[in-house]
């Protein structure tokens, strides 16, 4: 079995950043793509920014140029830098990866349980 745990999120006001950590941990051989999605109130849960194990990444369009995702291999933990943040950036921020366990043949996702990230204007 495989957990995802976030950390960082919090209440900030517009303009101001955030940085969320999300760490893995459990029975695993190899993580493959990583990312953050996030889900606003009464809204569905939308992709943010993925990356995968080679570093290359995906951005949504209203979070390019503010949002950076990262990752760091030997700790199985990936991050989201996030600046200038708009009240829109507002939901909860889910992380997410493809996960081959130990003795597995099959990629396998995962989830978080989410972490609250409030932007006031």
């Known amino acids: 079995q495989v957990q995802l745990v976030e950390s960082g999120g919090g209440l900030v006001q517009a303009g101001e950043s955030l940085r969320l950590s999300c760490a893995a941990s459990?029975?695993?051989?190899?993580?493959?793509?990583m990312g953050w999605y996030r889900q606003a109130p009464g809204k569905q849960r939308e992709l943010v920014a993925t990356?995968?194990?080679?570093?290359?990444?995906n951005y949504a369009d209203s979070v390019k140029g503010r949002f950076t995702i990262s990752r760091d291999n030997p700790k199985n933990t990936v991050y989201l830098q996030m600046n200038s943040l708009k009240p829109e950036d507002t939901g909860v921020y889910y992380c997410?990866?493809?996960?081959?366990?130990?003795?597995?043949?099959?990629?396998?996702?995962?989830w978080g349980q989410g972490t609250q990230v409030t932007v006031s204007s």
């Open positions: 997410a990866a493809e996960v081959i366990e130990r003795g597995a043949f099959r990629k396998k996702n995962y």
């Open positions: 459990g029975s695993i051989f190899t993580i493959f793509d």
């Open positions: 990356i995968t194990g080679g570093g290359s990444t």
